[in-house]
């Protein structure tokens, strides 16, 4: 009965620790939330990107287009809710590659082909930091490739 009781509270506690992510969901702090649950680190997805490069289109968003202003929050949603519908269970590693094959899509569906060269350089300038990383070398030329054919 002790055990049970022990599994029930602890499903409780987790339970809660998502619910209380729900409520940012249109928030960078919603990388910090699910890191916390998840215990994946400083330097995992959710800080070391996630939340560090929503901070950095927040912080540039005054620089885009209304179009560009657009797509950065339409690309945020995307992004955020593409994690929060992520099976639970995964590990970190497998949260980070899953969380990385959405960037591709939400880029497309966000209207990133549709921004204006001028846009686009400003995308590229606050990410470009990160361009060293193969797997997101590879989500930009697929983002591109994905432009070429509209």
């Not at 506690?13 to 649950?37: G, P, R, V």
């Not at 606050?126 to 994905?146: F, G, N, Y």
Request: aromatic share 12%; with cysteine.
């Amino acid at each position: 009965m002790k055990l049970l009781l022990i599994i029930f509270s602890l499903f409780s506690l987790n339970t809660f620790a998502f619910e209380e992510c729900q409520n940012l969901l249109s928030d960078c702090e919603y990388y910090t939330c699910i890191n916390k649950i998840k215990k994946c680190g400083k330097r995992s997805y959710f800080e070391s990107f996630g939340r560090k490069y929503c901070h950095k289109f927040a912080k540039w968003e005054h620089k885009f287009s209304s179009q560009g202003k657009n797509w950065i929050e339409d690309t945020k949603t995307c992004l955020i809710t593409s994690i929060d519908e992520l099976e639970e269970s995964l590990n970190c590693k497998q949260f980070k590659r899953a969380a990385v094959s959405q960037h591709v899509p939400c880029y497309i569906n966000s209207g990133y082909c549709e921004l204006s060269n001028k846009d686009k350089a400003r995308v590229t300038a606050t990410v470009i930091a990160t361009m060293w990383r193969p797997d997101l070398i590879k989500a930009a030329m697929q983002v591109l490739s994905s432009c070429r054919k509209k």
